[in-house]
């Protein structure tokens, strides 16, 4: 699968997964999912040519795999990197179009602003919940003096998890998930009506204090940080 299709795949079934929560729960999800109704093409090719994508490069297209509706774009790289990149990916999320590219650098080049803005929404919508909650100030957070194990256990006792049902650590400095499948056993809890209101709330202070930077995935995206 192309990244930038995959990447507004996983935003779109996020979304899905958010609406289909217990029955009666407030706000056991992260946050209310996106408008269901898509956007109309036309809307979304004009928003596209006003963001700096011509409308000879823009043509409708159907994802093989998943069998979605897709924007295929065929910018030069110079018009691309001219272009309202950012509200691309305003655009992409809110639109529940995928944005596919004719060259893999172009897709490459893309996709960290839709990381970046799906990152924005989830802060946004984490301490949203917190303040709510009144948890905010009480949220475990990493000062980078803590060993990163102890931080891991009290982050996970913050959220109501076992010490290292949810977590280790790597190397020393880095964070994962300790089970491969702790997101889809997750979803198959949700599916099943079982609460699943401890992953929420890892997942809410992951997104408002930025500690996804220090998750393994991220080791060599800052050369300071590769301990």
């Not at 956007?39 to 795999?65: F, N, Y």
């Not at 977590?167 to 889809?184: A, I, K, M, T």
Request: proline share 5%.
């Amino acid at each position: 699968m192309r990244v930038s299709t995959k990447i507004a795949i996983l935003f779109w079934a996020a979304s899905l997964a958010g609406a289909c929560g217990p029955q009666g729960a407030t706000h056991e999800n992260q946050r209310a999912p996106a408008a269901k109704i898509k956007m109309d093409l036309d809307e979304v090719r004009s928003k596209l040519v006003a963001a700096g994508i011509p409308a000879t490069a823009i043509r409708p297209g159907k994802d093989p795999d998943y069998d979605i509706d897709i924007l295929i774009l065929s910018p030069t790289d110079q018009m691309l990197a001219k272009a309202d990149r950012d509200a691309m990916a305003k655009l992409q999320i809110d639109s529940h179009y995928a944005f596919d590219f004719a060259t893999e650098e172009q897709r490459v080049a893309f996709a960290p602003f839709v990381v970046a803005e799906n990152a924005r929404r989830d802060r946004e919508a984490a301490i949203a919940v917190l303040s709510q909650d009144g948890k905010l100030d009480k949220v475990p957070r990493f000062d980078g003096r803590e060993p990163m194990s102890a931080f891991a256990h009290r982050l996970e006792q913050f959220c109501g998890f076992e010490p290292g049902e949810a977590l280790r650590v790597v190397d020393l400095h880095w964070l994962e998930f300790n089970n491969p499948s702790f997101g889809r056993e997750t979803a198959v809890a949700q599916a099943e009506g079982r609460s699943i209101e401890s992953f929420w709330c890892l997942k809410r202070v992951i997104d408002a204090t930025g500690l996804s930077r220090h998750f393994i995935g991220n080791r060599f995206r800052n050369p300071d940080d590769a301990t």
